[in-house]
C-alpha cells in the first residue's frame, strides 16, 4: 500500500511507537507500533482490543527524527505515544510523538519521525486485552 493508503486505514493517535529497525543498505524501515485496534473503524468488537502490527516501510528514500531522541531510536528504551500521523505536500509521513519522559522543566518531550517510501506492508504480530 502507499503512505497515503496507510494513512487512510489506520488510525494511529493514541497507539505506540515501541521499536524501530531502520537498514539503510536494503532501504527499509521496521516500526512495531501497538495498535489500539478498537479505534480502527473495521474494528470486530469480538476481538482483543490491542495488540502488535509491524509497519515496513519499503525503498525507503527519507527517514529522518529529530535530534531529542537521537540516543534511544533504536533501543528499547523507545516507548512513545503517537499524536497523529500526516502526510505533507512532499510526500512524506510524519509521526508526530510524545515520549513518556520529561525534559528538564517537566514538559513532555515530543518528536517527530519523517518517513518517505515507495510502498508500505503492515503485518498483524498479536492481539491482547490490556
Same mark, same amino acid.
Given at each position: 500500500?502507499?503512505?497515503?493508503?496507510?494513512?487512510?486505514?489506520?488510525?494511529?493517535?493514541?497507539?505506540?511507537?515501541?521499536?524501530?529497525?531502520? +537498514?539503510?543498505? @536494503?532501504?527499509?524501515?521496521?516500526?512495531?507500533?501497538?495498535?489500539?485496534?478498537?479505534?480502527? @473503524?473495521?474494528?470486530?468488537?469480538?476481538?482483543?482490543?490491542?495488540?502488535?502490527?509491524?509497519?515496513?516501510?519499503?525503498?525507503?528514500?527519507?527517514? %529522518?527524527? +529529530?535530534? @531529542?531522541?537521537?540516543?534511544? =531510536?533504536?533501543?528499547?528504551?523507545?516507548?512513545?505515544? =503517537?499524536?497523529?500521523?500526516?502526510?505533507?505536500? +512532499?510526500?512524506?509521513?510524519?509521526?508526530?510523538?510524545? %515520549?513518556?519522559?520529561?525534559?528538564?522543566?517537566? @514538559?513532555?518531550?515530543?518528536?517527530?519521525?519523517?518517513?518517505?517510501?515507495?510502498?508500505?506492508?503492515?503485518?498483524?504480530?498479536?492481539?491482547?486485552?490490556?
Amino acid at each position: 500500500m502507499t503512505l497515503t493508503e496507510l494513512r487512510g486505514k489506520y488510525y494511529l493517535h493514541d497507539s505506540s511507537v515501541e521499536r524501530i529497525e531502520y +537498514d539503510a543498505a @536494503n532501504k527499509t524501515l521496521v516500526l512495531t507500533i501497538e495498535l489500539c485496534f478498537w479505534m480502527q @473503524n473495521w474494528y470486530d468488537k469480538t476481538t482483543p482490543k490491542n495488540g502488535l502490527i509491524a509497519v515496513t516501510f519499503e525503498d525507503v528514500s527519507v527517514f %529522518e527524527y +529529530d535530534e @531529542n531522541i537521537s540516543d534511544k =531510536i533504536f533501543s528499547p528504551e523507545l516507548d512513545s505515544e =503517537i499524536w497523529d500521523a500526516e502526510l505533507d505536500g +512532499d510526500g512524506c509521513l510524519h509521526f508526530f510523538s510524545v %515520549e513518556y519522559a520529561y525534559n528538564s522543566d517537566g @514538559n513532555d518531550i515530543y518528536w517527530n519521525l519523517k518517513i518517505k517510501a515507495d510502498n508500505v506492508e503492515v503485518e498483524e504480530l498479536e492481539r491482547y486485552n490490556l
